[in-house]
């Protein structure tokens, strides 16, 4: 059995490794739910435990994460970055007392931060302990082609079609610094960072394989910075 929350306890095998998906409740536009970082997190996750071989489970996942940027559009809930990596201290400690590796599958990149002081943080204790993002090359920032496409693939019944539109679609690292300063919502009044024209079901499944096939690599491979984060085969530490 894979899924943690749906086990009893003597069916959870002490060593197991744990992947912990990690996600949000954040606006992504008017067409995508607020849980989309979640659900992609948790795709991701339990794809990738299924092509991993030895006992490996996959956590409930934390639906909070550090969301700030996002804070100026209702339904948004955000628990901040020293929160955030102090829940992920904690689920580390805990699980350590059973378990084996934990490695925490991120859909959020507003929770990078959080994730590299707590991964580290534990690595520096001694823990088994990493983290692995879900992004793939040429995506789009926000609620645009890329998430729309992932969830018309993986929650259809969640996509409200007839409501998608374009949002800034300049690249991320142009709009970064616009929203570290004044947040998502002065950048773009309707939330999305890309656009979702042409999004379809068939490239979601290709995207969701892509990124599951990346993270399973980088669990398989084993090898992490000093912030945790899992690397490629052949990086340089």
Known sequence: M?????????????GAAVLVP??????????????????????????AADALDGPVLVAPA???????EHAGFPGTISIGRD??????????????LWAG???????????????????????????????????VPGADAHAGFTETSIMLYLAPELVR???????????IAELMPELV???????SPSGVLGDPAGASAERGRELVDAMAAAAARRIGGGRADARGRLLASGAAT
């Open 101 to 135: 590796r934990v490695v925490f599958v991120n859909g959020h990149g507003g929770n990078a931060a959080a994730l590299d002081a707590a991964a580290g943080r534990m690595r520096a204790e001694g823990h088994d302990a990493g983290w692995v993002g879900c992004g």
């Open 2 to 14: 894979r899924d943690l929350a749906g086990a009893a306890w003597p069916q959870v095998e002490n």
């Open 161 to 171: 079609e007839s409501r998608a539109v374009a949002g800034d679609t300049r690249p």
């Open 22 to 47: 990690v996600g949000s409740t954040e606006q992504h536009g008017p067409h995508l739910p607020l849980s989309t970082d979640t659900v992609i997190a948790r795709a991701v996750a339990e794809r």
């Open 83 to 96: 929160a955030l990596e102090l829940v992920l201290v904690e689920i580390v400690r805990s699980l350590a």
């Open 181 to 187: 300063a004044r947040g998502v919502r002065a950048v």
């Open 62 to 68: 934390l639906p909070y994460g550090a969301s700030g």
